[in-house]
């Protein structure tokens, strides 16, 4: 995606660098327009080069590519970080003095625009005006926060953190016009627990880590997104419904009180048994004796249920295997979905060290006919990738329904 990051004059501005850096580490081609001011506070080389294109706020360099309306007519996202009180000024009446200004006027695409300022400038009615006016023609706005401010100031008018408005300004873009726009999509992540006694629990090592970047790239290509996450070691993305959970039951009734999503995804490690009696009480060795044994019982399959549910929803599953050779890891992936009746598969390979937490990793996504998709990399590259392949499938599912 195309995206322009508009840059206002404040201290905040030097923060732009990091939203800067996680659209392109997101894939993104990000061309970065600071107004005059903006670069009193962070220099043109540091924008460069984090956003690896040219910077300029002149509208009269390069008049030969008509850049002052160039680069808003290609936007598939403007993001507005610092908005100083100044800018919103001028982008609410349309104002067309810098490159900003032709940019965002120049553009059909949605605008995102991330307010930093004093409180009392914050309150002015003339600011809160400007605001509303942006906000009823469409504009979206993230922020600002309570916080320190400059000069050892706090209170309302800190910028929103820089992941967080990167966060809004793409799920807007999303909606927009992303391939999941309008679907609705559940997903369970994390690892159940299924408790021993009130302090004891068996458990897993899953953090959620894939889950939840499933969540954060499905609600990226537009999707209203649910996160059923049982035990997350990892924050649910922002612009994401937390469902938390603890238990396999609980994670079960949550999947299945939102079964009609379009699309459900169980990328949670389920604990495949339950302890047969819940101690009330935390239990001592004495009464564990030298050599316990706890009595198990077989949970429910919460993904061969969804898949056997009358159901209009795209039902994907998750195998982890530990198997090392790679036909045989397909094979298994093979009879897994046969036997779940998912609609895909995502495999991936698990070990000691291997598969858990924030490292890369690699899948393949399987459907009746075979591999549909092969991803190796970031688990945030990696759920894009899923996510790309999900969308496809849905897309085709309501032609086929006819309600495309
Ligand atoms: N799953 C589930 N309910 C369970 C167990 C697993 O919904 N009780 C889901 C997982 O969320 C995952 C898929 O099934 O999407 C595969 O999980 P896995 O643990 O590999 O399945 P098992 O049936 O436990 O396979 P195995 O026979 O290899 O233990």
């Known amino acids: 995606m195309r995206v322009v990051v508009g840059i206002s004059g404040g201290i905040a501005a030097y923060k732009a660098a990091l939203a800067i850096r996680e659209l392109v580490q997101a894939g993104h081609d990000v061309h970065v327009v600071p107004t005059a001011s903006a670069l009193r506070f962070v220099g043109r080389p540091t924008l460069e080069a984090l956003s690896r294109n040219p910077v300029t706020d002149e509208v009269f360099d390069d008049v030969a590519a008509v850049r002052h309306v160039a680069l808003g007519q290609s936007a598939d996202l403007i993001v507005v970080l610092p908005a100083t009180a100044n800018t919103l000024a001028k982008l609410a009446t349309g104002l067309a003095d810098d490159l900003l200004g032709t940019t965002v006027l120049a553009s059909r695409a949605p605008l995102v625009l991330a307010p930093a300022m004093h409180t009392e400038m914050w309150e002015q ?25 400059t000069g050892g100031d706090a209170g309302l008018g800190r910028m929103a953190e820089p992941s967080e408005v990167v966060a809004a300004a793409l799920a807007v873009a999303g909606r927009a016009s992303g391939p999941l726009a309008g679907r609705t999509l559940v997903v369970a992540a994390g690892g159940t627990r299924e408790p021993i006694d009130p302090v004891r629990f068996l458990g897993n090592r899953s953090s959620g880590a894939m889950g939840v970047a499933i969540a954060a790239a499905a609600r990226d290509a537009g999707a209203e997104v649910t996160l059923v996450g ?17 238990t396999t039951e609980q994670l079960r ?13 169980m990328a949670a490690a389920v604990a495949d048994y339950r302890v047969d009696e819940v101690a009330d009480a935390k239990r001592s060795k004495a009464s564990w004796g030298e050599r316990p044994t706890i009595a198990l019982v077989q949970n429910p399959d919460v993904l061969a249920e969804l898949a056997a549910a009358p159901r209009s929803s795209l039902v994907v599953g998750f195998a982890a295997e530990t198997e090392q050779d790679d036909d045989a890891l397909l094979a298994r992936g093979t009879a897994k979905l ?64 006819g309600d495309a």
Do not use: Y
């Open 253 to 265: 009734a949550a999947m299945h009180e939102r079964a009609a999503a379009d699309v459900l995804v």
């Open 230 to 246: 049982a035990n997350l070691q990892r924050p649910a993305p922002s612009g994401v419904a937390l469902v938390e959970v603890e």
């Open 338 to 401: 046969a036997r779940k009746g998912a609609d895909l598969l995502v495999v991936n390979r698990v070990g000691h060290d291997e598969g858990f937490g924030d490292v890369d990793t690699r899948v393949r996504v399987l459907d009746a006919s075979g591999v549909v998709a092969d991803a190796a990399g970031s688990k945030a590259s990696v759920a894009r990738a899923i996510v790309e392949t999900i969308a496809r499938r849905t897309a085709a599912r309501s032609t086929s329904e």
């Open 125 to 149: 009615p003339a600011v809160q005006a400007n605001v509303r006016t942006l906000a009823e023609r469409g504009a979206t706005i993230v922020g600002p926060v309570a916080g320190a401010l």
